[in-house]
């Protein structure tokens, strides 16, 4: 499974993002996505993940409220909303596959994105 992320860049605080992770591959059903997030010195964190229906959708704390994951199963493709975006949600952002329920642990997850860069100015 092959996991390519896109749509990063530098924006000022405010503004906002739509990253997607688009799987090709070997693909299979009943996988939940996740999207995470490493900032310089700090441990890769959860940001956000979804099951394969949809109906299990989870986000850390400090993005609630302002992102939205979602996914077309059609084509193999998680996004991620980021709206109001701060200093602090400066990081690289990683798509992640695993197969079953969503985990917020990096290491629960079988496949991995190269990331895209997020940063965000004040």
């Known amino acids: 499974v092959q996991l390519q992320a896109s749509g990063g860049g530098l924006v000022q605080a405010g503004a906002s993002l739509r990253l997607s992770c688009a799987a090709s591959?070997?693909?299979?059903?009943?996988?939940?996505m996740g999207w995470f997030r490493q900032a310089p010195g700090k441990e890769r964190e959860f940001v956000a993940g979804?099951?394969?229906?949809?109906?299990?959708?989870y986000y850390t704390d400090s993005v609630k409220g302002r992102s939205t994951i979602s996914r077309d199963n059609a084509k193999n493709t998680v996004y991620l909303q980021m709206d109001s975006l701060k200093p602090e949600d400066t990081a690289v952002y990683y798509c992640?596959?695993?197969?079953?329920?969503?985990?917020?642990?990096?290491?629960?997850?079988?496949?991995w994105g190269q990331g895209t860069q997020v940063t965000v100015s004040s």
């Open positions: 992640a596959v695993r197969q079953g329920a969503v985990y917020s642990g990096p290491g629960q997850y079988d496949y």
């Open positions: 591959g070997r693909t299979f059903s009943n996988y939940a």
């Open positions: 979804i099951n394969w229906s949809g109906s299990r959708i």
